[in-house]
C-alpha cells in the first residue's frame, strides 16, 4: 500500500505540474490581452519601460523615461509563452524583474496616462526599432546590394555567390541546433578512417 500511494501520488504530482503549466500559459496570455487593464504603477514600485536589447535568454535590456539603460530578469514563467522583441513596451518591477509584456491597446492606455511612457514608445518607434521581420529585410536587401556591387567591380558569378554565402553564414541562429553540420563533420570523419585504412592496407 506503502508503494502505491508513492507512485499514485508522483502520478498525481505530475498531472497537477501539467495543469499547472497550462494554467500559467492562459493567465500569461488573458494579461496580455485584457484590453481594460487599468496600470497602477506606484503601488508596485514598477516602471513602463521599453525593450532595447534582447539576447534570447533569460535577461532583456530595457530603456527608461529617463534615458538610462539597464538589464532585468525574465521569470521563468513567460518562457515559451511570452516572446520579447526590441521595442515592446514592459513593465518591469523594481527595476529588476520584467513583470508585464504590454499589448498596444495596453500600451497606449498607459501612454494616455503616462506622457513620458508615450514620448519612450514614440521615440523608439522613430529610430526604428527593427524586430525579426524587418531585421531579416534589411539583411536581405544589403546582401542584395553586396551582390549587385560585386558583381559590378569583379564581374564574376563565383565571387557573388562566395559574398552571399558569407553574408547568409552570418545571420544564423545560434539557439538552433544545427544537425547538418554535425552530420557533415562526421561523414568526413568516416570518409578519412576509411582512407587511413585503404593507406594501411
Not at 53 to 59: D, E, H, Q
Not at 102 to 109: D, E, K, N, V
Request: aromatic residues 6%; negative net charge.
Amino acid at each position: 500500500q506503502f508503494l502505491y500511494f508513492i507512485g499514485t501520488r508522483h502520478l498525481i504530482t505530475r498531472q497537477m505540474s501539467g495543469a499547472g503549466r497550462k494554467h500559467r500559459a492562459k493567465k500569461l496570455t488573458s494579461d496580455f490581452l485584457d484590453d481594460n487593464w487599468e496600470p497602477v504603477l506606484a503601488e508596485h514600485e514598477a516602471a513602463a519601460v521599453v525593450a532595447s536589447t534582447t539576447s534570447g535568454g533569460k535577461t532583456v535590456g530595457v530603456t527608461y523615461a529617463d534615458g538610462a539603460t539597464g538589464v532585468v530578469t525574465i521569470p521563468g514563467k513567460f518562457h515559451k509563452v511570452i516572446w520579447l522583441l526590441r521595442g515592446d513596451p514592459i513593465i518591469v518591477e523594481h527595476r529588476a524583474t520584467l513583470q508585464r509584456k504590454l499589448s498596444p491597446q495596453q500600451a497606449r492606455a498607459l501612454g494616455a496616462v503616462d506622457a513620458s511612457f508615450a514620448a519612450l514608445v514614440n521615440a523608439s518607434e522613430q529610430s526604428g526599432a527593427p524586430s525579426p521581420a524587418n531585421e531579416v529585410a534589411d539583411a536581405s536587401s544589403g546582401d542584395a546590394a553586396a551582390a549587385t556591387n560585386a558583381t559590378s567591380q569583379h564581374g564574376g558569378d563565383e565571387e557573388v555567390d562566395d559574398e552571399v554565402a558569407a553574408a547568409e553564414a552570418m545571420f544564423v541562429n545560434p539557439n538552433r541546433c544545427r544537425y547538418g553540420s554535425r552530420r557533415r563533420v562526421a561523414a568526413e570523419e568516416s570518409e578519412e578512417e576509411e582512407e587511413e585504412e585503404e593507406d594501411d592496407e
